[in-house]
């Protein structure tokens, strides 16, 4: 069931996790406890409008309050002002237009940043924002991209003439000559509504001179350290060689905390200007606005096949909503669909085009599966609307286009080459936990006897491509960073064991999953091994967490870390025990002379050999530690078959969702628990998406779901209970066999969702119904079908 | 300022406090408990649950000045030094938490629903936990926490984490 490694060692069992005894405690450090001695705090003046032009801005006020310390306007600040970074020009032509942390002279979304007040309290800083005179004359807001692409549209950023940021095309293949051949062609629009991260722990971050040196330590609820250290460096020309970047405990991400944000740009230059320690914590309504939001794709899907069922090409044509301005990786985030609309069926051709659209909102950047769920949804939901067309139950319609087991690697029509799958393990273990048949009989009796409430089910049998990944690949796409990952290994002299890694961990649990790795490598117990991470002091290499890589990547990092600390242990031993290398076999952290188990060394042994250095052979250094910089072959695919049985009241547009059967492959799997966990966070997320949540704007631009008491995340009581399996099929490209898992369930269960909806309505005509599928917007889809009907 | 008396996790603290002082703001800002946590502005997330006399309640949404002469349990004042509640040993035995940020509340509120109703049933333990947001592990987890908790504490005191 789980991962079947024939192995004594910590790797594939659920051993309980390390992290938890401090954070089931509260002996946590979040950075917003931070509370350095002679702190300002950070208050933020942003903008209730969403396009304007700054007509008047005086700080001097503030400045008179009690507790204040500083106020600034981007022109108090100058130099200071720094420009947020986007490391992914997609296309040669692209428009980037400045994204200065302080708005000039002009506003351009709702939160953001016009002046900033650092005073002795969060309180007294907040309070003197009220002295701050600011005067705006509004301008018409963009906020719908098909008009926002028309001529004579207002612009958001005047300076580049278009609202158009950039059109990327990738044809594959003929799709004209598909469509020619065709019997059928399906074609739908699909809106792929934006969504707010909404990670539990609102950002934060300090930035403190440490005063014996030059360093700045910044202190910030971050997934990327090391990304961001690079990036403060690179914008606010403070040598890289004097920040330390460190993410403390960090209350879930998510990919909202993939970014380097304004604030903490600003964060740093404040605190070395005033030569003190800086701190802003977001509070969620600021959270709301200015942490970048995810999704935000109308997309336009065409799908050609002939009548028997057989699929010939896709076209994709996509609009994706950059918001007001591009981050980190903004205009990247559709491409990372790119590659996955044809997901895992097998066709002649595929069409693309994808063109993103500037608009007077908060920008859009990663969010749980960045681009891969927009394009597992749409691929997932087209699927099933050809089955309908013609007549064909939609998992036959599945298994007669996907890729066969015994096809792989296979490389797709998008062009890449999946190493390893097994479709037919997954949906078959997924259909026999569902009771597939079970539930189509109850339908079919529920539908003859016209029931009020109808059951629907709903299949996705998704891949995606993580573990970001091949820096080559990487760089062909314009990225501008790499994909490797990074590990130290040392063991000290008393025996105990450092893994040093370059991810950064935001409740994935990779102290427990690491500390196993390299415990079956090293024969020493798990509670034997520190995992140290998040530092660029402490730990200094890494490219930190986000699409699914820290166990695809650098899990990978931490085994060859491990293996060549072994060797070079090794050499040592046989040193001591005056043999050969090759005469000693490595058991259970112990090296022993074959043949003669009473002569042998454990590592620990090695390790203070290593240290004293009184007896080590000729040209073998002191210490005892070794380090590795994996860049992986390809991308891993993990893949799985969800299956949603769901209850659809016709008289009130109520969905219960009844029953959700998940079966995931992500290859081998370090620690199952861990694994589990991470499916039924992604798994819920996903639903969400289809049932409870949505940004919306009004025709001005205001955010209207800007509070968690309007932005509807589940809780509890909204969800059911999941039936989680896997099957195992160990990736080949990567050594200990693992895929990535953080995002898979958040990529496959959109569609699973609404196909259940649609499955259960679909005899009413109804073809299609909006995210979040409320019971108002379902019980409207309901009566237009009706009326369309009559 | 106004002068409050309160004892927090078993310690008594006094102090001057500003009548507009979330209950929240001055365990974490003004005692130093930082284990307790703000998750919002709108009283929804529940990250910031303690027990106030023994009944959860939201910190964020009581003034520091309205706990004078209470007493406070926060997470940090669950069990003694190193010592599990079953609560705190539940979540841990079946993965209740992931980041861990929603913790703090989740499991004071789940001490709260368990001293209210010692055998809840999975939707008992749903509605329960209601007003106490996760984002991380769907609650799938959580909720098998919650029930592990019931057969702890059914079964009596227990000691350690496993
Ligand atoms: S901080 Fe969210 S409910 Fe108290
Ligand atoms: S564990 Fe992260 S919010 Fe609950």
Redesign the interface.
């Known amino acids: 069931m789980t991962a079947a490694l024939e192995t004594d060692t910590a790797l594939g069992k659920p051993i309980r996790r390390k992290e938890d005894a401090h954070l089931l405690h509260g002996q946590t450090n979040w950075t917003d406890n931070i509370q350095l001695p002679g702190t300002v705090h950070m208050a933020i003046l942003r903008s209730p409008m969403a396009h304007a032009k700054i007509t008047k801005l005086d700080v001097s006020g503030a400045l008179k309050q009690p507790g204040v310390v500083a106020a600034y306007g981007a022109k108090e600040l100058g130099d200071l002002n720094g420009g947020v970074p986007c490391v992914w020009p997609v296309t040669d032509d692209i428009k980037m237009p400045a994204f200065p942390a302080l708005a000039i002279d002009k506003v351009r979304q709702v939160g953001d940043c016009v002046a900033v007040v650092l005073a002795t309290s969060v309180a007294a800083a907040v309070d003197a924002l009220d002295s701050i005179v600011v005067s705006y004359d509004q301008l018409p807001a963009v906020t719908d991209m098909e008009a926002a692409l028309e001529s004579g549209s207002a612009l958001v950023h005047d300076e580049i003439e278009t609202n158009a940021c950039y059109v990327y095309k990738m044809p594959c293949g003929d799709y004209e000559a598909s469509r020619a051949k065709a019997d059928v062609v399906v074609a739908r629009r699909f809106i792929n509504q934006r969504l707010i991260p909404t990670f539990m722990e609102p950002r934060s971050v300090v930035a403190a001179p440490m005063g014996m040196s030059d360093e700045i330590t910044i202190w910030s609820s971050t997934q990327i350290p090391h990304v961001l250290r690079v990036l403060l460096a690179l914008v606010t020309g403070i040598p890289e060689n004097n920040l330390r970047v460190v993410a403390p405990d960090v209350g879930g991400g998510f990919g909202g905390k993939l970014q380097c944000y304004r604030e903490e740009i600003l964060v740093t230059n404040l605190a070395k200007k005033l030569g003190r320690p800086v701190k802003w914590t977001e509070t969620r309504s600021e959270n709301m606005v200015a942490t970048h939001h995810g999704r935000d794709q109308i997309q336009d899907i065409e799908i050609a096949a002939t009548k028997d069922g057989k699929i010939l090409g896709l076209k994709v044509t996509l609009l994706a909503n950059m918001g007001a301005y591009l981050q980190i990786i903004t205009p990247g985030v559709p491409l990372l669909g790119m590659f996955m609309y044809p997901a895992i069926y097998k066709m002649d051709s595929y069409d693309f085009t994808c063109t993103g659209v500037f608009t007077n909102k908060t920008p859009t950047d990663a969010y749980r599966g960045a681009g891969r769920p927009e394009s597992t949804y749409a691929i997932e939901r087209i699927v099933d609307e050809l089955a309908a067309e013609i007549g064909m139950e939609p998992m036959e319609l599945r298994k007669k286009n996907w890729i066969k087991h015994e096809e792989f690697p296979f490389t797709t029509v998008a062009g890449l080459t999946y190493d390893t799958g097994n479709y037919e393990a997954a949906t078959e273990k997924a259909l026999a936990m569902f009771d597939y048949d079970g539930l189509r009989a109850e339908q079919a009796q529920r539908r003859a006897a016209g029931d009020p409430v109808q059951l629907g089910i709903g299949i996705s049998t998704f891949t995606e491509m993580c573990g970001l990944a091949p820096s080559r690949t990487l760089g062909a796409l314009k990225y501008v960073a790499g994909g490797w990952e990074h590990c130290t290994v040392r063991a000290l002299p008393t025996g105990k064991i450092e893994v040093v890694t370059g991810t950064s961990p935001h409740g994935q649990g990779h102290e427990t999953a690491w500390s196993q790795i390299a415990s079956s490598i090293l024969g020493v117990p798990v509670e034997d091994i520190e995992v140290i991470h998040s530092d660029t002091g402490r730990a200094p290499y890494g490219m930190d967490t986000y699409g699914s890589r820290s166990l695809a990547v650098g899990g990978q990092a931490i085994k060859a870390a491990s293996e060549r600390l072994v060797e070079k242990a090794r050499v040592i031993a046989a040193h001591q025990l005056e043999c050969s290398a090759s005469d000693l076999e490595f058991v259970n952290g112990s090296f022993q002379v074959k043949g003669d188990p009473s002569k042998s060394q454990a590592l620990g042994a090695v390790a203070f050999e290593a240290f004293t250095a009184h007896n080590l052979p000729p040209g073998v250094e002191p210490t005892l530690q070794a380090e590795a910089t994996i860049d992986p072959e390809d991308f891993s695919y993990p893949h799985g078959t969800h299956l949603a049985a769901l209850e659809v009241d016709t008289e009130t547009g109520q969905v219960k969702l009844r029953k959700y059967v998940c079966v995931d492959d992500v290859g081998m799997q370090v620690n199952p628990m861990i694994v589990e966990g991470q499916v039924h966070g992604g798994v819920a997320q996903g639903i969400a998406q289809a049932l409870f949540e949505g940004a919306e704007y009004d025709d001005d631009g205001n955010l209207l779901t800007a509070s968690l008491a309007d932005y509807l995340i589940p809780s509890a009581a909204d969800l059911p209970s999941f039936e989680t399996g896997s099957t195992v099929t160990p990736s080949t490209t990567h050594p200990l066999g693992t895929k990535g898992v953080g995002e898979a369930g958040a990529i496959a269960s959109t569609p699973a969702i609404i196909n259940g909806i649609v499955d259960a309505l679909r005899h009413l005509g109804v073809t299609d119904v909006a995210m979040p599928a409320s019971p108002q917007t379902v019980w409207r889809t309901i009566q237009a079908a009706k009326g369309g009907a009559k | 300022m106004a002068h409050i008396s309160v004892t927090v996790d078993g310690t008594s603290y006094q102090g001057e406090v500003?009548p507009r002082k979330l209950l929240v703001h001055w365990l974490?800002?003004d005692i130093?408990?930082?284990?307790?946590?703000?998750?919002?502005?709108?009283s929804?997330?529940g990250?910031c649950t303690v027990l106030l006399n023994g009944r959860s309640v939201k910190s964020c949404s009581v003034l520091a000045v309205q706990a004078d002469g209470c007493e406070v349990t926060?997470?940090?004042g669950?069990?003694d030094g190193?010592d599990?509640h079953p609560v705190?040993t539940a979540?841990?035995?079946c993965?209740g938490?992931?980041?861990?940020?929603?913790?703090?509340g989740m499991?004071m509120a789940a001490v709260d629903l368990l001293s209210e109703n010692p055998t809840p049933s999975?939707s008992e333990?749903?509605?329960g936990?209601?007003?106490?947001?996760?984002?991380?592990?769907?609650?799938?987890?959580?909720?098998k926490s919650v029930a592990y908790a019931a057969d702890l504490m059914s079964a009596g005191p227990t000691k350690g984490?496993?």
């Open positions: 500003e974490r800002e130093g408990r930082v284990g307790t946590v703000v998750g919002c502005d709108t929804n997330c990250a926060t997470i940090q669950l069990a190193n599990w705190q979540f841990k035995e993965h938490l992931q980041c861990g940020y929603c913790t703090p499991v999975e333990i749903r509605e936990l209601e007003g106490n947001l996760c984002r991380c592990t769907g609650y799938h987890n959580i909720v984490a496993k």
